[in-house]
């Protein structure tokens, strides 16, 4: 039995312009530990985005990463800055998927697509009999791993600025890219 323990990040830029947040580019980035010692990272962005879009996709990458890895029995521990993230997961995405996908007050979720390919990986590691753990974690602090995730999705967030490409974890997911430029 092997501990998998994905350190997560996101980074992107909105700014406020002419009464609307506009959207600008971002990153995404996981550094994986196997049994506590580093073994690779990943990362890529997106030109135009938001940073709980990014977060969610660190995640999501995160995930896909492990179930192309794991074996019944091992350990998986996402490490996430964004509590955010985490709630969704942990407290609010068994309640949104009972009512149809819907807040308690009707309203749409944001970022429903990843966060339905997300609860969807959950379900396959269950099925390989894996143990799913959510650890939030302090951004900006002394957490080697939060701060290389960090500055891998800066880097990656950097580069989808030059380049204006979006770079995925898994090409044919679909799940970034295609938003407007003005959003809130």
């Known amino acids: 039995m092997a501990k998998y323990t994905y350190y997560t990040d996101g980074a992107a830029t909105m700014n406020y312009k002419n009464g609307k947040y506009v959207r600008e580019a971002g990153g995404w980035a996981f550094v994986l530990l196997i049994d506590n010692a580093e073994d690779s990272s990943h990362s890529g962005g997106c030109p135009l985005t938001t940073n ?40 609010w995405a068994k309640n949104w998927q009972k009512r149809g996908w819907k807040k308690s007050d009707n309203k749409p979720i944001k970022n429903l697509k990843i966060i339905k390919s997300i609860w969807g990986l959950m379900d396959k590691i269950n099925q390989k009999q894996c143990i799913l753990k959510f650890i939030k974690v302090k ?9 290389k995730a960090d500055e891998l999705a800066v880097n990656a967030k950097m580069d ?23 959003s809130n």
């Open 139 to 147: 951004g900006h602090s002394s957490n080697e791993y939060n701060n």
């Open 52 to 91: 709980n879009e990014m977060e969610l996709y660190a995640i999501y990458a995160s995930m896909k990463d492990f179930i192309s890895k794991c074996e019944s029995g091992d350990i998986v521990e996402i490490c996430s800055d964004s509590g955010y993230c985490i709630d969704i997961f942990t407290k």
């Open 160 to 182: 989808a600025f030059k380049t204006g490409k979006t770079t995925y974890f898994d090409e044919n997911d679909g799940l970034l890219g295609g938003k407007s430029k003005y």
